[in-house]
Every structure is written in C-alpha cells, then in structure tokens.
C-alpha cells in the first residue's frame, strides 16, 4: 500500500475475531448471526472484515445498499448476502443475480422480485413494530400470509423487526420489549412456514446477554424465542449499554497519525483559522495531518484530547480539512524535540505503547454516537490489517 502521509486506521483483527468469539461462546444455538457490515464495515474495510470473517465461520453478512453487497460478491464472498435498504424492480434483478438474499419491506418489492424470479427465491420480511422507518405493519401479516404461502416464486425464511431504543431492551415493559412482543405475535401466524426470527441490534444482544448471566425469566420478551442476531457496534468492541462491565469487548480501530513538524508560539500567538486559540506562555504546538475531510469532525476544535507520547494533550484551534494542532508543551517541556520526531499521535484508540482513548468520549464531546465517529473516518485514511489474519487479508485481497 502506498502511503506517503502516516495517517491511518490500524484495524486489529485478533480484536474483531474475540468479539465475534464473544458472541459465539454466549449464543451456541442461535439460528442467525448476521454481523452488520454496511458502511464499509463501520468503517473497518468491508471486502476485509467479510472475508476475514467467514473464516470465523460466520455465514450471514448484512449490507444496507445492493453496491455493497455487489462490491463483496466481486471480491469472492460466499456468504449469504442480505440487503436491508429495499429495492426497486432493477434492484431485485441485481440482487437474484448475485444470489443476495433481500429483506422486503413493502407490497411494490414483492411484485418486483415475482416479476424477476426464475426459480423460488428466499427472502426475509421486515415489519414495523416502531421505528416507522421501513416494513410491512403487523396488521398486514394475514394479508402477507395469503400471497406468500404457497408462492412458487418466494420462499420465505425470516421476520424481521429492528429496535429502535434497544437500550432498554433489559426492561419487560420497555419499548423494546413491545417490539419483541409484535414480531413474536406476528410469527406465530407465520409458523407454518419454519421460519426464524431476527430483532436483535448490538443493545438487544447484549442486553440478552446481561440477563443470561442474572437468569432471564421466561417470561422476558428476550425468551420468547431463539431471537436471531444482528450485531453491528458490539462486533467492532463497543457496548451501547449502560452497564459495561459485565462483557469485555476489544475496540477493532485505532486512528492514528504523527506530528509533521512543531511551532514555537510566543504569548499572545494564535493557531489556526480565525485564530481560536490564543498562547497564554510560551507554548509548543504540534501540527499533525489529519483533518476534518478525514473525519475527524470539526466540531471537536478546542474541545477534544488526543494521544501523544502516553499522555492525553489539549486540541487546540480550529481544526482544518487536512491538519489539527495541539499544545504539547507540558509534555516536552525542557526535553530535546529531536527525541519527538515525527512522534506517534492516536487519535482514538490504542497508542503504540498500550495507551487507550476512547471514540465513546469523543463522540460525546462531538454532540454525536459512536456510530458516526466510525463510520465517519474518510476514504482517503488507509485501513491497515494487524493481527493473526492480517497476512490471509494482505495475500488474499490486498491491503
Ligand atoms: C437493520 C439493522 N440491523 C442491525 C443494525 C446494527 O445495529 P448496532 O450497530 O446498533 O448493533 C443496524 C444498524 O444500524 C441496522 O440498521
């Protein structure tokens, strides 16, 4: 790979392969187990992330757009390909053609897919039960039933529902628990058909989990049934919960880069544009480059910390499309600055030396989720594989 700036996201695949063992140890009998890996994996490098883990032995993998599961089929994935986003009539010629298998969520999708079928196809049918984002209601599943049982052209598989406050999914009487209810409902109509159920985000996996080890009562919606799984945050080592500390995730990315050259800033100089930030004493500042078209959101400036030899130092300044500053005068302070050549700097996740910062801490400071400090490092970042699979990743598909 080349890389001529040192600006990358370490992605460490002995992390990624203890969080899906985490859950494969916790749910040996569940019927589904999809790792969500839209939005280029969180992040992570889907083509990778997806051939890496089917050598996990997982067999389900979860897009959000057809491109992404095409981009996963024309690198060699095997794995059943489900796509969540809907599709319009060319969408579902796309998507028999490289044997993806849709998630439908409305009556135009089933025509679509009977108009383009040759033989039966799978599908799995998403219902409402409360994000009111996409999905059938389910007072529509008698109607459901009718067209579809028998149907030579669809074979249907699996319900599906997604929770929209999977935080709460711990409490019996919570939003989640209502969900739960519905989709369960709604698939005791559907038993004729052998089908399974999938309801559960990261939030709702591990909220299962926490009640596994204090003893789920069985009248818990979280027992109504073995609920399929479809972990996304949780797979990439962080837990959305409140309680933390009953699962040990390892966090996959690390955003890193290092210090290009250092500033001697008089008292009274500023950084940056418009000049945000003001030298109270002599200071020195760093200029590392990484920026905003990085994703590494503006809003941070002046607010964020970031790792630099071991210690957490102040963002200081607007921050830039390709460059961010920071004031490291306390931690070079009277020392020789050729000794922090081109020194480490970690954005969030692990430094060098062992050194954690969490994209959680981050995020709050950046008025966003978890989620989004994710997704949001920028294409032009290279993602480099460390870890036990990272010679499969570098020989197999490159990078
Ligand atoms: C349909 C669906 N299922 C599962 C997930 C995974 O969610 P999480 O990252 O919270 O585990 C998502 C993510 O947004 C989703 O859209």
């Not at 979860?62 to 992404?68: F, H, K, N």
């Not at 044997?99 to 025509?111: A, F, G, L």
């Not at 080890?213 to 479809?230: E, F, I, S």
Request: hydrophobic share 40%.
């Amino acid at each position: 790979m080349e890389m001529y700036r040192r600006t990358f996201a370490e992605i460490n695949l002995d992390h990624l392969q203890h969080n899906i063992q985490v859950l494969q140890r916790s749910f040996p009998q569940v019927p589904f187990l999809c790792p969500m890996v839209k939005a280029n994996a969180y992040g992570h490098g889907d083509v990778q992330l997806a051939r890496f883990l089917e050598t996990l032995g997982i067999r389900h993998l979860g897009v959000c757009l057809i491109e992404e599961g095409l981009l996963l089929r024309n690198f060699g994935v095997k794995a059943e390909i489900l796509v969540f986003r809907g599709f319009d009539r060319e969408g579902a010629e796309k998507i028999l053609q490289y044997n993806m298998t849709p998630v439908v969520t409305s009556w135009e999708q089933i025509d679509y897919l009977e108009a383009a079928a040759t033989g039966p196809v799978g599908i799995h049918l998403k219902f409402d039960t409360g994000m009111n984002r996409l999905g059938f209601r389910p007072e529509e599943a008698q109607k459901l039933f009718d067209r579809l049982w028998q149907n030579k052209k669809i074979r249907l598989k699996a319900l599906v529902t997604h929770l929209f406050n999977g935080e709460d999914a711990v409490d019996p009487q919570g939003l989640s628990a209502g969900q739960l209810r519905a989709l369960h409902k709604v698939s005791e109509l559907f038993r004729p058909f052998e089908i399974f159920c999938h309801a559960l985000n990261s939030a709702g996996i591990l909220s299962a989990m926490l009640l596994k080890d204090q003893g789920l009562p069985a009248d818990h919606p979280l027992a109504l049934q073995n609920w399929g799984l479809r972990p996304g945050l949780l797979i990439y080592g962080y837990n959305p919960l409140v309680q933390k500390n009953f699962v040990d995730l390892k966090p996959v990315m690390s955003l890193k880069s290092h210090v290009a050259t250092y500033r001697h800033l008089r008292v009274g100089e500023t950084v940056s544009y418009g000049g945000t930030w003001t030298a109270k004493r002599e200071s020195v500042i760093a200029v590392v480059p990484i920026g905003y078209a990085d994703g590494y959101h503006r809003i941070l400036s002046n607010q964020s910390s970031v790792l630099f030899a071991g210690r957490k130092v102040p963002l200081v300044g607007n921050i830039c499309m390709d460059y961010l500053m920071l004031d490291v005068t306390d931690v070079v302070q009277g020392q020789d600055l050729k000794g922090f050549k081109d020194q480490e700097v970690t954005l969030f996740g692990y430094g060098s030396d062992g050194t954690f910062l969490s994209p959680e801490e981050l995020a709050v400071q950046a008025h966003t989720i978890t989620w989004e400090m994710l997704t949001s490092v920028g294409e032009r970042v290279p993602r480099v594989y460390t870890g036990v699979a990272s010679g499969f990743i570098a020989e197999e598909i490159g990078g």
